[in-house]
């Protein structure tokens, strides 16, 4: 059974189950800088992947997504990230609203949810890499989760940014990747996006003091 | 079973006997290199329990039966395990005696009563060495009950011997989930083995240890089995980790030269895998045994996504 899957496949396997790794690392990380870092690898990974996708299925416009994901979210969005850490000076450990275990138990949890919902969806596809649908969804999942229970700033960009690696995950082993217009225009989307939240950051640290979001729920002035 | 089987069974025995202690000795020379202290002589265990064996035997007053006996019961655990993990050959007469989950329950087995007769004499650090324990224990058996469901599900049998048998004959494939599985494996056995992140072997701190505060009250030769017996673990893990994760190189049926080939691979797998053990303990601290959970929790963690992912990516037909 398993000696019938050829060995390009086997590394996409390979490289989906590091993203799911490394997406369960984000998830666990403590403090800010360490956290970009898994980001950028998360991103290095997945070019990887795509690169193999690219290879095996001679699709051209792959390689040009994966010199895309290099470029952006291996390269650029963790330097303006590491950018805005040094600028705001933020020091402290990132601190979650449950506690690391809770969370890690509640990861598991939704990656079975997304495994098992990705299951039917997969064996439609006859892309040679479906089965690492599952992976992206639960990655996807996982960034999701992050964005809820972390409660700074920057952490909840970098799972936004996360949830956009998973997208991009679904949609190279699902449908060998999206159209380039809508590549690049999501490329473009993030970059933007990072950029307005860097000015936010500011804005937000300006008026409270502190990167915790949680200030925002109050409404009034004081 | 054959008569040579049998004793090819004795051989590897009496080999796990006296190998144990050279690993824990390498294990502590790497250590020392690693860290520019000069090391302690490769035979410093052999000399250890020489020592132990020749001195007297002191017993507390409220010393129970229990507490002479359980130092033989973990030594026999641990000579039992050692004997049903394939060190040599996945032919050997002990080898269908217990099955992987069995083998799990026979460290549990030694686990429980090491923690007993660590409690029997009432001092408080005996009682507290032996609820570190059982945290630690409760919280690394299930991690690896789900690395060896992994290995179970790729070689379709709980038997060690034929896990053994399938994942060395297979043709190289790159399991994500062995992967996972073999992560989750190096964290169990580093809390086991009452090592770096979780333990300290060589600490004299009360307050920080777990295996040094339930022996405490031991003296001579119960002391030697004890710590004999410790050395065995390592060595039941080191050689379980390499039969699961690189078993090449173990002989099969009972032919007289893979058997010999397999003595020199053995200790060469060994004293690479001694030498990294030394690595990771020098580069790692001494975690707050509040954190133990969490570093257990990480190895579960990685045991169910190893178990996951094969049901996800490996099993297509």
Redesign the interface.
């Known amino acids: 059974m398993s000696a019938a899957i050829p060995l390009s496949a086997q590394l996409i396997n390979l490289f989906a189950s590091v993203i799911l790794l490394l997406a369960f690392a984000m998830l666990a990380q403590r403090r800010v800088l360490p956290l970009i870092n898994l980001f950028a690898l998360q991103g290095l990974t997945l070019c990887l992947s795509t690169l193999v996708v690219a290879f095996t299925t001679g699709q051209a416009h792959l390689y040009g997504s994966a010199a895309l994901t290099l470029v952006l979210k291996a390269i650029l969005l963790p330097w303006i990230l590491h950018r805005l850490v040094r600028k705001l000076q933020v020091k402290a450990d990132v601190e979650g609203l449950i506690n690391i275990p809770a969370t890690m138990i509640a990861g598991i949890v939704l990656v079975m949810i997304a495994f098992n919902v990705a299951l039917p969806i997969s064996q439609l596809s006859s892309a040679i890499s479906r089965g690492t649908l599952g992976i992206a969804l639960a990655s996807v999942m996982l960034a999701f989760l992050m964005m809820i229970i972390r409660t700074k700033a920057i952490p909840q960009v970098v799972g936004f940014l996360a949830m956009e690696n998973g997208l991009f995950l679904a949609a190279t082993s699902a449908t060998y990747g999206m159209p380039m217009v809508v590549e690049l225009g999501i490329a473009l989307d993030v970059l933007v996006g990072v950029i307005i939240l860097g000015v936010f950051f500011f804005q937000i640290r300006d008026q409270f003091d502190s990167l915790d979001i949680r200030h925002l729920e109050k409404l009034k002035e004081r | 079973m054959s008569f040579s089987g049998l004793l090819w069974q004795l051989f590897a025995i009496v080999l796990a006997l006296a190998l144990a202690p050279l690993l824990t000795g390498w294990v502590n020379q790497c250590r020392a290199w690693m860290q520019n202290r000069s090391a302690p002589p490769l035979l410093q265990p052999y000399y250890m329990l020489h020592k132990l064996f020749l001195k007297d035997v002191v017993l507390a007053h409220g010393a129970s039966h229990l507490f002479r006996f359980a130092p033989f019961v973990v030594f026999g655990c641990m000579v039992l395990a050692c004997a049903i993990i394939p060190t040599l050959s996945t032919d050997l007469p002990l080898a269908p005696a217990a099955d992987t989950i069995a083998l799990v329950g026979v460290f549990g087995l030694a686990r429980i009563f090491i923690s007993l007769a660590a409690m029997d004499i009432g001092t408080s650090f005996g009682s507290l060495g032996g609820r570190r324990e059982m945290l630690v224990g409760f919280l690394a058996e299930p991690a690896l009950l789900m690395v060896i469901f992994t290995t179970a599900m ?1 070689s379709q049998s709980t038997s060690v011997a034929t896990i053994v048998e399938t994942l060395a004959h ?2 190289f ?5 062995m ?2 599985a073999g992560i989750a494996f190096t964290f169990v056995s580093f809390a086991e083995n009452a090592r770096v992140p979780v333990d300290n072997p060589a600490t004299h701190l009360e307050l920080t240890m777990i295996h040094e505060a339930m022996i405490l009250e031991y003296s001579g030769r119960h002391l030697a089995l004890i710590e004999w017996a410790a050395g065995l673990k390592l060595y039941a893990y080191s050689c379980l980790g390499l039969a699961l994760f690189f078993p090449w190189g173990i002989a099969e049926g009972d032919s007289m030269f893979g058997l010999l080939l397999a003595i020199p691979v053995l200790v060469a797998k060994l004293a690479i895998g001694g030498a990294l053990l030394a690595g990771i303990e020098s580069v790692n601290a001494k975690v707050r045994i509040f954190r133990a ?2 570093f257990l ?2 190895a579960f ?1 990685f045991a ?2 190893g178990l ?2 094969r ?7």
Request: no cysteine; proline share 8%.
């Open positions: 790729i297979r043709d494939i790159i399991y994500p989930s992967a996972f959970p969490e929790g990480t963690l169910v996504l996951l992912v049901l996800l990516l490996e099993t297509r037909v």
